[in-house]
């Protein structure tokens, strides 16, 4: 292999394999850990038929007719814990080591406001559950993190070409919609997300091509990359609509991202410190960037067997297999001073991903106790994962998930309710011994047959932990609109609690005439008053 082909290498290395890492948006399959929020969570995920507060924005726009005027803040924290083995290219079992995740917290707020009686209005800033990636820069040889620069007897670190760090990354999802109610048990909603954030990543790179560099793993020949992806933004389409036949609920939601997420890329790469290097620098430091994103579909049934009582058993399908590969197109990016070489220009790549279709089937409810004031609630949910063995590394935490969840809401006071929700999740380990995800290295052509290294295989173990709380405040006493609700005389729907009878017209006594001495004069009857108009059902209160 020459001198040159090595050389080519660095910076398509730094592209390649930062673009491959999670922190991209989109759902539970592939990139973020989980759905969102504090009462779904403690319904396992199950809250499509049965979205009836601001989180409606994420799940199904259409639930925002059942919120009424209300206003929403939670906050969720996930556990991660994780452990990985890796088998080298030479069959080597390395340190193990802990696969941590930067903890944040997960913010959302939402508010939803009647526009007239078949109009409501909802707004939204929901921040996606992701786990951001902190692994270490070197280990110990029990496994131990330490400093490969200056700590004596610190060895590499066996993930280094996978991933180190995603500090930095932050992502939030702006949301809008409209809820239309055509008929008391159609409601219709339609709504307008925007993804936006900044996406920073660490990760390390090779330039051993088996020929200047025999050993393949070689730290001497390993480059640190790293590179911003600021300020970028998809639109995120989003329809939904629910039918109300009052014991029971069906609902379906749709989301879709047409543009993916596209932006120019600020690099930035250590060189290796082999003294081949000695001299060397890029020139340039941008890269276009396009990544494709799934359609998300939902589909959910919700039984109401008496009034105190929800189960909801939903579906979610999301189409990750669009995603067979990223593009990156370098931006007048050279490599310069390359020994016997001079300057080189870096082409474009395609990345390969070859990723899955997730789906996942959920059940959960909620049961009102006390009198209604106090709230429980459990669900289950199973997810399918979107990688295969074979392109699964620790860039992208995603297996076969099943999600325990339990939950309650207590309310403070009228209109105000605490929400609460613990979630297990239990994620399936694995042992990989067939990666076919290579080490990142652009030398071309790609090394192949008993050369090739390969990244992915080792042991993966791992599970996490959900806590959310939230706060809900239902403006107008705490009774929400249930436009569901249909009159029992009439057939037509209300939003006003049940109104009092009018109380019956008074009745005027009329002058009796002078008394005859032969006769007492007859009593009038007084007029009967008018019977009462039926009057709207009062309106169910919110669970």
């Given at each position: 292999?020459?001198?040159?082909?090595?050389?080519?290498?660095?910076?398509?290395?730094?592209?390649?394999?930062?673009?491959?890492?999670?922190?991209?948006?989109?759902?539970?399959?592939?990139?973020?850990?989980?759905?969102?929020?504090?009462?779904?969570?403690?319904?396992?995920?199950?809250?499509?038929?049965?979205?009836?507060?601001?989180?409606?924005?994420?799940?199904?726009?259409?639930?925002?007719?059942?919120?009424?005027?209300?206003?929403?803040?939670?906050?969720?924290?996930?556990?991660?814990?994780?452990?990985?083995?890796?088998?080298?290219?030479?069959?080597?079992?390395?340190?193990?080591?802990?696969?941590?995740?930067?903890?944040?917290?997960?913010?959302?707020?939402?508010?939803?406001?009647?526009?007239?009686?078949?109009?409501?209005?909802?707004?939204?800033?929901?921040?996606?559950?992701?786990?951001?990636?902190?692994?270490?820069?070197?280990?110990?040889?029990?496994?131990?993190?330490?400093?490969?620069?200056?700590?004596?007897?610190?060895?590499?670190?066996?993930?280094?070409?996978?991933?180190?760090?995603?500090?930095?990354?932050?992502?939030?999802?702006?949301?809008?919609?409209?809820?239309?109610?055509?008929?008391?048990?159609?409601?219709?909603?339609?709504?307008?997300?925007?993804?936006?954030?900044?996406?920073?990543?660490?990760?390390?790179?090779?330039?051993?091509?088996?020929?200047?560099?025999?050993?393949?793993?070689?730290?001497?020949?390993?480059?640190?990359?790293?590179?911003?992806?600021?300020?970028?933004?998809?639109?995120?389409?989003?329809?939904?609509?629910?039918?109300?036949?009052?014991?029971?609920?069906?609902?379906?939601?749709?989301?879709?991202?047409?543009?993916?997420?596209?932006?120019?890329?600020?690099?930035?790469?250590?060189?290796?410190?082999?003294?081949?290097?000695?001299?060397?620098?890029?020139?340039?430091?941008?890269?276009?960037?396009?990544?494709?994103?799934?359609?998300?579909?939902?589909?959910?049934?919700?039984?109401?067997?008496?009034?105190?009582?929800?189960?909801?058993?939903?579906?979610?399908?999301?189409?990750?297999?669009?995603?067979?590969?990223?593009?990156?197109?370098?931006?007048?990016?050279?490599?310069?001073?390359?020994?016997?070489?001079?300057?080189?220009?870096?082409?474009?790549?395609?990345?390969?991903?070859?990723?899955?279709?997730?789906?996942?089937?959920?059940?959960?409810?909620?049961?009102?106790?006390?009198?209604?004031?106090?709230?429980?609630?459990?669900?289950?949910?199973?997810?399918?994962?979107?990688?295969?063995?074979?392109?699964?590394?620790?860039?992208?935490?995603?297996?076969?998930?099943?999600?325990?969840?339990?939950?309650?809401?207590?309310?403070?006071?009228?209109?105000?309710?605490?929400?609460?929700?613990?979630?297990?999740?239990?994620?399936?380990?694995?042992?990989?011994?067939?990666?076919?995800?290579?080490?990142?290295?652009?030398?071309?052509?790609?090394?192949?047959?008993?050369?090739?290294?390969?990244?992915?295989?080792?042991?993966?173990?791992?599970?996490?932990?959900m806590f959310a709380v939230g706060l809900r405040y239902q403006f107008g006493a705490g009774a929400p609109v249930e436009p569901g609700t249909v009159d029992a005389a009439d057939g037509e729907g209300h939003d006003n609690p049940e109104a009092q009878p009018a109380p019956a017209a008074e009745v005027q006594p009329q002058a009796e005439p002078a008394p005859e001495p032969e006769a007492a004069p007859e009593p009038e009857a007084a007029p009967a008053p008018p019977p009462p108009r039926a009057r709207g059902r009062q309106r169910a209160r919110q669970r």
């Open positions: 292999m020459s001198i040159r082909n090595v050389s080519v290498a660095l910076l398509g290395l730094a592209l390649s394999t930062l673009i491959l890492a999670p922190a991209t948006p989109a759902r539970a399959g592939g990139f973020f850990f989980s759905d969102r929020g504090t009462r779904p969570a403690g319904r396992g995920f199950a809250f499509v038929a049965g979205a009836d507060d601001p989180q409606a924005l994420h799940y199904n726009p259409a639930g925002l007719a059942y919120s009424g005027q209300q206003l929403l803040l939670d906050v969720s924290f996930t556990w991660f814990r994780g452990q990985y083995t890796r088998v080298d290219s030479g069959g080597n079992t390395l340190p193990t080591i802990n696969l941590d995740t930067i903890p944040l917290p997960i913010p959302g707020i939402a508010y939803s406001h009647p526009l007239s009686d078949d109009l409501t209005l909802g707004v939204g800033l929901l921040v996606p559950n992701a786990l951001l990636g902190d692994y270490p820069n070197g280990v110990t040889s029990d496994g131990g993190r330490c400093n490969p620069d200056t700590d004596p007897g610190c060895q590499p670190a066996p993930q280094r070409y996978s991933l180190y760090s995603l500090a930095g990354t932050a992502l939030v999802q702006l949301d809008t919609a409209l809820a239309w109610r055509p008929h008391p048990r159609v409601s219709i909603g339609a709504g307008l997300g925007v993804l936006v954030g900044n996406f920073n990543a660490e990760v390390g790179l090779s330039a051993c091509d088996n020929a200047i560099c025999a050993q393949r793993e070689n730290p001497d020949f390993d480059a640190r990359a790293s590179m911003s992806l600021e300020r970028f933004w998809d639109l995120a389409p989003h329809v939904g609509v629910i039918l109300d036949f009052e014991k029971i609920r069906l609902g379906a939601a749709l989301r879709f991202y047409p543009r993916g997420i596209q932006g120019t890329a600020q690099l930035r790469v250590r060189l290796p410190r082999d003294p081949f290097f000695d001299g060397a620098a890029v020139d340039g430091d941008r890269a276009n960037v396009d990544i494709p994103l799934p359609v998300v579909f939902r589909m959910g049934a919700e039984v109401r067997l008496f009034d105190r009582l929800r189960l909801e058993a939903a579906f979610v399908w999301e189409r990750w297999s669009r995603q067979q590969q990223i593009a990156i197109r370098p931006n007048n990016v050279t490599l310069t001073n390359v020994t016997a070489i001079g300057d080189y220009a870096v082409g474009a790549l395609n990345i390969r991903r070859d990723m899955n279709d997730t789906l996942s089937l959920r059940i959960g409810g909620e049961l009102s106790v006390a009198d209604g004031l106090l709230d429980l609630r459990a669900g289950l949910s199973f997810e399918s994962s979107g990688f295969d063995n074979r392109t699964l590394t620790v860039m992208t935490i995603d297996t076969r998930k099943v999600i325990l969840g339990i939950g309650g809401s207590l309310q403070v006071t009228d209109g105000l309710y605490l929400d609460a929700a613990y979630a297990h999740v239990f994620m399936q380990n694995r042992t990989v011994t067939d990666s076919a995800v290579q080490q990142p290295n652009g030398i071309r052509p790609p090394i192949s047959g008993a050369d090739a290294v390969y990244i992915g295989n080792g042991r993966y173990e791992w599970s996490a932990d």
